[in-house]
């Protein structure tokens, strides 16, 4: 992954697509304060977005250093550094301890886990009782894509229709209902809509 492209198209042209689902996720979990991890962050973007909406403290965590490092300068750049942290491990094995988050989220990770009833399974295993998760991915809605693209256009930048619409893999076309029923986790909601798969779990 080119992490210095992916971070500037998603901190400029591709910003609407994170406050869009930052304001989905406040209000669906209706979750403000207490702490939230944001998985497979990279720099940070819709975690951030979410903090600015809330009184949420975010860490990001994400495999790879030099995303996380992206977002500890994107904290700073938006007057956010007591809002937030960065951890750097792997979904299957979180270095957290049981129960420690209030809300976890994560978009546009999941169909990279090897192992993803696995990952769920730790996510899981962190959440707080009371607390919510609202992981999985999308591109947004139709008015979303056409802001995306306008933003490029307006930049000089080229669009690439086939790309933008291009889901990684069959990570989103998993049965993901089998895969959680699998790990014994029966509190779970399964959002399939225009804008992507969101899986809510709660304790
Ligand atoms: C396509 S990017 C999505 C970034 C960001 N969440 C977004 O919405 O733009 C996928 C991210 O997931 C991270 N990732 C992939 N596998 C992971 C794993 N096993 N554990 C933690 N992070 C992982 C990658 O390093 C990458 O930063």
Known sequence: MD????????????????????????????????????VGACGGYLG????KMTNLH???FDLNAEALEKAAL?????????????????????PLEDETMDLIIS??????????ALALQEIYRILKKGGTTFVGGGKGTPEIKAQIIENMLAEGQEVDLEAMDKMHGDGMKRDYDALLKSKGIENFMIHRAQ?????QMWK
């Open 107 to 116: 978009r546009g990770s999941m169909p990279f886990w090897e192992d993803p």
């Open 3 to 38: 992490v210095e492209h992916y971070d500037q198209q998603s901190r400029t042209v591709k910003k609407p697509l994170y406050t869009y689902y930052a304001q989905k996720i406040k209000d669906q979990t209706r979750m403000i304060e207490g702490k939230c991890l944001d």
């Open 195 to 199: 804008d992507g798969i969101w899986i």
């Open 58 to 60: 975010v860490t990001f």
């Open 48 to 51: 951030l977005e979410l903090a």
């Open 74 to 94: 994107h904290l700073v750049e938006d007057g956010l550094e007591e809002r937030g942290a960065t951890l750097v491990g792997d979904v299957h094995a979180i």
